[in-house]
């Protein structure tokens, strides 16, 4: 059971570094984000037609590990967003402006938004053509 954990707990924290290196690459230019970054028709690929535990679970805990990196990213609407601004205070002594707060968390929605739709279109024309 101990060695289960070790090795699941490595496996974990590998997607995550996966993460971060695919990350280096996008923003490098050595990747094109149309190629590297997935949505669900993507993803519902992934899983596969037939049934298969082993899959199915492996496939669950690698999205969990790479929505909790991608939770943890400095971007305003997300908890490393609030994360930075904690931060902010911490150094400063004194909380952003209330007009900074709602500025910074409707750029972060923009920025979520914009990846959602670049990720869904980018699916979708790959599904469709």
């Known amino acids: 059971m101990g060695q ?3 090795v ?4 974990a924290f590998d997607v995550v570094w996966k993460n971060i290196q695919g990350f280096k690459k996008i923003f490098s230019g050595q990747v094109r984000a149309d190629k590297a970054l997935s949505g669900p028709f993507e ?3 992934m899983y596969g037609s037939h049934w298969d535990w082993l899959n199915f679970w492996s ?4 999205l969990s590990m790479a929505l909790a990196f991608m939770n943890l990213l400095p971007i305003p609407a997300l908890d490393g967003g609030h994360a930075l601004f ?5 150094i400063t002594g004194r909380p952003p402006s209330e007009k900074f707060m709602e500025r910074a968390q409707q750029v ?13 279109g980018n699916g979708l024309f790959k599904k469709l053509f």
Request: no cysteine.
């Open 43 to 45: 993803i519902a690929d």
């Open 59 to 62: 496939l669950t805990g690698l």
């Open 8 to 11: 699941g707990a490595g496996n």
């Open 86 to 90: 904690l931060l902010f205070e911490i």
């Open 4 to 6: 289960a954990f070790v």
């Open 108 to 120: 972060g929605t923009v920025i979520l938004l914009g990846l959602m739709v670049f990720v869904l």
